[in-house]
């Protein structure tokens, strides 16, 4: 494993720091403010956040340059990834297009597609969503059966998604069908790019445990779909979510282990302004403990994050081994936030919204928000599984 930067990329993140630390909204670090945000408020303003970035040159740094992007390395993109991580910036709103829609667009799309679609991802102009999983199909995703069906020049789409991120505020969604039911389930599937606006789709927030609602049902009433939004070829589609699944985990993976790594340094900094037992909880030996038990699982977790930068690098293409960076960073995240609750006892129960509720309940709700963690992008019990099977060699169960 060699991350050593390079002169140029130490020249690259020296510049990122200095952006970040001239762009960045100071308002975003205080929880105050960002509890204060309407959700409307919230959309207006990481939409403005995006579109600074844009301006700046910084969105999609390694695409083409003739679609919008600078045609920088995959390690500027980490480099820059962790920056944005470390300056506690603001997320990307249009994460899903940005990650998944974009990279895949660019491999398989038609050229009008890349040169329609991709610009309004980067300025944020249409924000997209990721319509895979069904009612019935989660972690066999290639049982779905939204069906789409070829009526002249278009499709006509009837089925229900659900868990649908970002559905209420898309304007776009990659869209996983069944073209075929005849064919072998992996076969007969392929991906389209649906206009949210289109006559017959509806879509209905889910409200979640954090009291916030991130995701949606959506549901599919004979709409119709131009064919030219067809991505990749008709039943071809799981290779499409192949490389889709690929980019995610290829663009997830060094950031989030920064982000856990920013999440421990401020439960320390909490754990020293909260008194256990007349003290600061930092001084009782239960809790340095349980520290020192999480600052190595996030050592860890860097580490086994840079072994698949380096393979990345060195132009492998991302394998199984994918799976154990997401299994390792989700269950870190629950123990940490899980610590969290402990060092504020009873005021961990408090939730945002209350005055006396400590950092504005921003730990309460990431408590919460992190059980999704094991089941978003893959259950932990998927990953063990290709983990068993596909990197360990175990026989299937
Ligand atoms: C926060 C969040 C955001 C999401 N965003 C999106 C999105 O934008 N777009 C989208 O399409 N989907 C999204 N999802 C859905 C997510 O991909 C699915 O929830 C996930 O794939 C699991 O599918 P499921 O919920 O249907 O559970 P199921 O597949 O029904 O699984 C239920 C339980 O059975 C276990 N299980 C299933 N099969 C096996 C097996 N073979 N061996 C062992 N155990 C098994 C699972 O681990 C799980 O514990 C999101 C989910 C969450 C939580």
Not at 122 to 130: P, Y
Not at 208 to 236: C, K
Not at 254 to 268: G, R, V
Not at 321 to 332: A, H, N, P, Q, R
């Amino acid at each position: 494993m060699d991350l050593t930067l390079t002169p140029t990329e130490e020249k690259f993140r020296d510049e990122c720091q200095v952006w970040l630390d001239s762009h960045v909204p100071r308002e975003w670090h205080d929880p105050a403010f960002r509890e204060s945000l309407t959700a409307g408020d919230k959309i207006a303003f990481l939409k403005s956040w995006q579109h600074t970035l844009y301006d700046g040159g910084w969105v999609g740094l390694a695409w083409p340059q003739e679609y919008g992007g600078r045609s920088a390395t995959l390690m500027e993109q980490v480099i820059f990834n962790q920056e944005l991580a470390r300056a506690k910036a603001p997320p990307l709103i249009n994460v899903l297009g940005l990650i998944v829609a974009g990279p895949t667009i660019t491999v398989h799309g038609t050229e009008e597609q890349k040169r329609r679609y991709l610009p309004k991802i980067l300025n944020a102009e249409e924000i997209w969503c990721q319509g895979f999983s069904e009612p019935n199909s989660g972690s066999d995703l290639a049982s779905l059966s939204t069906r789409a069906s070829l009526d002249g020049d278009e499709f006509v789409v009837n089925g229900q998604k659900i868990w649908t991120s970002y559905g209420h505020l898309a304007q776009q969604c990659l869209l996983l069908v069944r073209t075929d039911a005849h064919l072998p389930k992996h076969q007969g599937i392929s991906a389209m790019i649906v206009d949210m606006q289109s006559p017959g789709v509806t879509v209905k927030p889910l409200r979640q445990l954090t009291g916030d609602a991130e995701f949606n049902e959506l549901f599919f009433d004979h709409v119709r779909v131009p064919r030219a939004n067809l991505l990749g070829a008709i039943n071809d589609g799981w290779n499409v979510a192949m490389t889709i699944l690929m980019f995610e985990r290829l663009n997830t993976a060094s950031f989030l282990e920064i982000q856990t790594k920013i999440a421990l340094d401020e439960l320390i900094d909490t754990a020293r302004r909260t008194l256990r037992n007349g003290r600061p909880a930092t001084e009782d030996s239960l809790i340095r403990q349980k520290l020192a038990q999480i600052y190595t699982e996030v050592e860890i977790l860097r580490l086994s994050t840079y072994r698949s930068l380096t393979r990345f690098q060195r132009g492998e293409r991302p394998g199984p081994e994918g799976s154990i960076d997401k299994l390792f960073w989700s269950e870190t995240a629950q123990h940490l936030f899980e610590v969290a609750m402990e060092i504020l006892g009873p005021q961990g129960q408090l939730m945002k919204g209350s005055k006396w509720a400590i950092d504005s309940g921003q730990w309460s709700c990431q408590f919460l928000r992190s059980r999704a963690d094991t089941i978003a992008g893959g259950t932990s019990e998927i990953l063990r599984n290709i983990i068993g099977e596909r990197v360990l060699g175990l026989p299937r169960g």
